[in-house]
């Protein structure tokens, strides 16, 4: 079984003590900077001057700079997913809040490592980046979102991490340790990854596509210039509804049942939404004439049998005006070489077993907490879907 390097978040909930800038003479806070810097090296308690930062100056050429939420494709992404945090983690764990805090600034000009998300990340601007090109007063773009329940004296850290990353992420949600599942409402938020299992699970609750990512021990090198995202079947992109009658009767009734229904359509699952999204972007550049040169492909990869199941999910997709570029029934088969071919920047699944499948061959999986499946304790067992 692969290690997943990733533990559940801890939240900081009531544990956030508000830091106060001492005001001067005349009730303001003290100007200059350089006083700011001495009394946070009092007040916190720091034995070092953070080293200075160098800044990268990034620029969009033209066309659009922040696209209103409800025009974009909002992607929502943790710190945890983002960024490596697991000594940062550590410390909070075992030394508290208020030293968690020190240690933050005390670093703030340590970058970070890349986490499991960032690939991804890189992958949405350069999207970005060609549309702008195309269409460059649209607001049809990617917009992603830094989401984190850390203080926002972390945020310096933060800022400095993704300019030396060069990413282009200007907005940001720093809780201090409250629930940020309204702020993702307000964001009009298409997807959110996250390590912490349980918002993910709450933020599906409100209907949001939500993902808990995993870092693989080794990783697969992927595309600087196409997004690739693969998808799951059942529980992912349809309901459930298929999974029950497998988990509940076989797999021969299983087989009957979708012989019987080929011509009903599946519900839709938590992230048929977010391909929708995939797809509408996809159009913009098959309609400047780059369907064979798009850089977003999609792919379904399914535990289904082709000829025996798989003709229900291809008649949905159609129906619901989704293309999904390439789908591969698997009938039962291992999907972990499947992916490591296909070089995804994430692959969703609503099972554990696939999502360890995934990792083991070096590719970064997102677990989606959803359907019937997951009353199944059991990681490693024959799966049908």
Request: hydrophobic residues 55%; negative net charge; charged residues 20%.
């Given at each position: 079984m692969v290690k997943m390097s990733l533990d559940p978040v801890q939240v900081m909930s009531k544990q956030v003590k508000e830091l106060k800038v001492a005001p001067t003479s005349n009730g303001d806070s003290k100007g200059s900077w350089e006083e700011k810097e001495e009394f946070d090296q009092h007040h916190l308690g720091l034995t070092t001057k953070p080293k200075p930062v160098r800044r990268r100056v990034r620029k969009v050429e033209g066309?659009?700079?922040f696209p209103k939420p409800?025009?974009?494709?909002?992607?929502?992404?943790s710190t945890r997913v983002l960024f490596r945090t697991e000594i940062e983690q550590k410390v909070f764990e075992q030394e508290g809040v208020e030293e968690y805090l020190r240690y933050q600034i005390e670093h703030e000009n340590e970058p970070f490592e890349p986490g499991p998300a960032l690939p991804f990340v890189?992958?949405?601007?350069?999207?970005n980046n060609r549309l702008r090109e195309l269409?460059?007063?649209?607001?049809?773009?990617?917009?992603?979102?830094?989401?984190?329940?850390?203080?926002?004296h972390v945020g310096i850290r933060l800022i400095n991490t993704i300019n030396h990353h060069n990413l282009f992420i200007e907005r940001f949600c720093m809780t201090g340790g409250s629930s940020p599942i309204g702020y993702l409402k307000a964001w009009h938020t298409n997807l959110y990854l996250s390590a912490d299992a349980e918002k993910v699970r709450e933020a599906l609750a409100e209907g949001?596509?939500?993902a808990t990512m995993?870092?693989?021990?080794?990783?697969?090198?992927v595309s600087e210039s196409q997004l690739r995202v693969a998808f799951d079947g059942d529980a992912v992109l349809f309901s459930d509804e298929s999974e029950q009658i497998f988990k509940a009767h076989g797999l021969d009734k299983f087989f009957e049942h979708e012989r019987e229904n080929e011509d009903t359509l599946l519900d839709h699952g938590p992230l048929k939404g977010f391909l929708e999204a995939l797809g509408k972007l996809q159009k913009k550049f098959y309609a400047k004439g780059y369907r064979l040169d798009c850089p977003i492909r999609t792919f379904l990869v399914t535990a289904r049998s082709a000829a025996s199941s798989g003709i229900r999910a291809l008649k949905t997709l159609r129906?619901?005006?989704?293309e999904i570029d390439e789908a591969l029934f698997l009938a039962g088969a291992p999907k972990g070489p499947i992916l490591e071919k296909i070089r995804p920047h994430i692959f969703f699944d609503d099972q554990m077993f696939h999502v360890e499948g995934a990792a083991e061959m070096g590719t970064i999986a997102a677990h989606v907490p959803y359907g019937i499946a997951q009353k199944y304790i059991k990681k490693k067992s024959s799966a049908k879907k």
């Open positions: 066309g659009v700079f409800e025009n974009a494709v909002t992607i929502a992404v890189k992958a949405l601007e350069a999207v269409y460059p007063q649209s607001e049809e773009l990617f917009d992603i979102i830094l989401v984190t329940y850390n203080h926002a949001i596509a939500a995993f870092m693989p021990e080794k990783l697969t090198e129906a619901w005006g989704l």
